[in-house]
């Protein structure tokens, strides 16, 4: 049985805290090997829309990835923020393209650029198990993003973050939305065969 759901926000504040005590190389070395490792899921899954997020704080860093896709000519893109447990709004958006500050003051797409439903999604994550249960920032939007996608077509949702995230077992609820894959800074965890 998974731990009890009111104990999200300690196992988050404690993920988030040794993810801040990584050193910066570790944070160059897992953007290199998410880049790698990203693109060759992409292309192993045929992905014609991959999005991912835009990294704040101490997050993996994504741009690399999304400039590498787009440049192969896989549409890329960005999540658009709406209200506390509204799905996302995913917009095209390449590295260098314009942001404007979202919701949360994350950088995201102007409302002019299209939106797309992704093939691909790159996860954030602050927590992880290897059910593929994930502990995020607290406001839902993933979970009913992912739900509404996965009634329109097939996905694949890779969780991105560092192992020092790994958690013997996330808290989930019923409308909670399982990763099909964990991409860390050691390793690729397949959820999905399981």
């Known amino acids: ?51 991912a997020f835009y990294p704040v704080r101490d997050e993996p860093d994504t741009l690399a990835l999304l400039a590498l896709l787009a440049a192969e000519g896989v549409a890329t893109a960005l999540p658009v923020t709406g209200k506390r447990g509204e799905p996302l709004i995913f917009r095209r958006w390449r590295p260098g393209d314009p942001t404007v500050p979202g919701q949360m003051r994350i950088p995201e797409p102007p409302a002019q650029a299209p939106a797309l439903d992704p093939d691909l999604l790159f996860v954030p994550l602050a927590a992880f198990d290897r059910r593929g249960h994930r502990i995020g920032y607290g406001a839902g939007h993933y979970d009913r993003t992912l739900a509404g996608l996965r009634a329109l077509k097939p996905i694949v949702a890779v969780g991105v973050g560092y192992g020092v995230a790994e958690i013997a077992a996330a808290p989930d609820e019923p409308h909670d939305q399982r990763l099909d894959y964990v991409l860390t800074d050691s390793e690729l965890i397949e959820i999905r065969a399981r």
């Open 1 to 51: 049985m998974a731990p009890d759901p009111t104990l999200k926000p300690e196992l988050r504040r404690a993920a988030l805290a040794r993810r801040a005590e990584l050193p910066a190389s570790a944070r160059t070395a897992f953007s290199e090997r998410l880049t790698a490792q990203g693109a060759a899921l992409a292309r192993r899954f045929g992905a014609g829309a991959v999005s």
